[in-house]
């Protein structure tokens, strides 16, 4: 059974930086993300990456303060996001997402990741 499991997040002054941890239970992923959902609103993409290639996007309102990186460790690949300059508005679960479906280019709907993690929180106050 694959498992995803996230860590790294906490609460931050507006202006911070975090860098939250996705540890996969197994490797083999052909795209892979990061979701965040806050209360009362939709889940929403942040970024996306096929870990085979390092191909990556972002959502539009994150550009320039998140990096996504994968790095394929012993003994568990292990999944990053770097987020700078923290806004109150960041404020949510992040999630880990991943799909062993291969894509030309990773799409960002939620939809088509069938694997999750529990999420982690992540608070910036001001």
């Known amino acids: 059974q694959v498992q995803l499991v996230e860590s790294g997040g906490g609460s931050v002054q507006a202006g911070g930086s975090l860098r939250l941890s996705c540890i996969a239970s197994?490797?083999?992923?052909?795209?892979m993300g990061w979701y965040r959902q806050a209360p009362g609103k939709q889940r929403e993409a942040v970024a996306v990456i096929n870990p085979a290639d390092g191909r990556s996007s972002y959502a539009d309102s994150m550009k320039g303060r998140v990096t996504i990186t994968y790095a394929q460790e012993t003994p568990k690949p292990t999944l990053y996001l770097q987020i700078d300059s923290l806004k109150a508005e960041d404020t949510a679960t992040y999630y880990c997402a991943a799909t062993r479906s291969n894509w030309k280019s990773c799409p960002t709907a939620p939809e088509w990741y069938n694997y999750r993690g529990q999420g982690t929180q992540v608070t910036v106050s001001t």
């Open positions: 197994e490797a083999g992923f052909g795209c």
